[in-house]
């Protein structure tokens, strides 16, 4: 049976505790176990993530996917969540969810290779007044079958965040096999045209992350 298309899900970066930096990339790996079929099967995709840079390596993010707002009520009801709540105090300074709307997706990878997937970037920008639908249009329309040909970017996701209205605030999250594929990708069309479109679309410029995936699950 086909996979459900992704449409809704949880964007939730994290601040560990200076002293628990450690603790939490485990406790974040272990969590996939959460995850699986078995307890979630609504849950679609699911990642734990880490900056790998030293100026920001307390920071720590869960993304994941459903393709209803009954598997993202799931997914806060299941263990996982129970599990990040249970150790807010001990291993957190923060902890933050915003729900997404998933404008459009690439999910290029079987559940048996989601293991190699390393890297990802997590790319944040938002619309002027007034460009919010465009914006959201050219993630929805133009920027598809540029990411379709690139071979080095198997999973990509564009996304807004809010339940209602139109939202301003964007991302796109996107993973790749190595480091080489993600400076391909920086280099690459879909790059080029937000940036060509910057002027006209964007409020202000591209906030990008460059993160290492602890933990990942694909169906």
């Given at each position: 049976?086909?996979?459900?298309t992704p449409s809704q899900?949880?964007?939730?970066?994290?601040?560990?505790?200076?002293t628990?930096?450690?603790?939490?990339?485990?406790?974040?790996?272990?969590?996939?176990?959460f995850?699986?079929?078995?307890?979630?099967?609504?849950?679609?995709?699911?990642?734990?993530?880490?900056?790998?840079?030293?100026?920001?390596?307390?920071?720590?993010?869960i993304f994941?996917?459903?393709?209803?707002?009954e598997?993202?009520?799931?997914h806060?009801?299941?263990k996982?969540?129970?599990a990040?709540?249970a150790?807010?105090?001990?291993?957190?300074?923060?902890?933050?969810?915003?729900?997404?709307?998933?404008?459009?997706?690439?999910?290029?990878?079987?559940?048996?290779?989601?293991?190699?997937?390393k890297?990802?970037?997590?790319?944040?920008?938002?619309?002027?007044d007034?460009?919010e639908?465009?914006?959201?249009?050219?993630?929805k329309?133009?920027?598809?079958?540029?990411?379709?040909?690139?071979?080095?970017?198997?999973?990509w996701?564009?996304?807004?965040?809010?339940?209602?209205?139109?939202?301003?605030?964007?991302?796109i999250?996107?993973?790749?096999?190595?480091?080489?594929?993600?400076?391909?990708h920086?280099?690459?069309k879909?790059a080029?045209?937000?940036?060509a479109?910057a002027?006209?679309l964007?409020?202000?410029?591209?906030?990008?992350?460059?993160?290492?995936?602890?933990a990942?699950k694909?169906k």
């Open positions: 049976m086909a996979t459900p899900g949880l964007f939730a970066p994290l601040k560990s505790k200076s628990t930096i450690s603790q939490v990339s485990s406790f974040l790996t272990s969590a996939l176990s995850v699986q079929d078995e307890f979630e099967p609504q849950t679609l995709q699911w990642f734990s993530l880490h900056s790998p840079a030293s100026s920001s390596s307390q920071a720590f993010w994941d996917t459903s393709a209803s707002q598997g993202v009520q799931a806060l009801n299941g996982a969540a129970e990040l709540i150790n807010k105090e001990t291993l957190f300074d923060d902890i933050q969810i915003k729900q997404i709307n998933i404008l459009a997706s690439k999910v290029g990878l079987k559940t048996q290779d989601s293991g190699k997937v890297k990802g970037l997590i790319v944040l920008f938002k619309a002027k007034g460009k639908s465009e914006l959201a249009e050219f993630l329309g133009p920027a598809i079958p540029l990411i379709e040909a690139e071979e080095f970017t198997p999973i996701y564009a996304l807004n965040f809010g339940s209602s209205g139109a939202p301003k605030e964007f991302a999250v996107d993973f790749f096999f190595d480091d080489e594929g993600r400076q391909s920086l280099k690459g879909v080029e045209a937000l940036i479109s002027p006209e964007l409020d202000g410029g591209l906030d990008i992350t460059e993160v290492d995936i602890l990942v694909v």
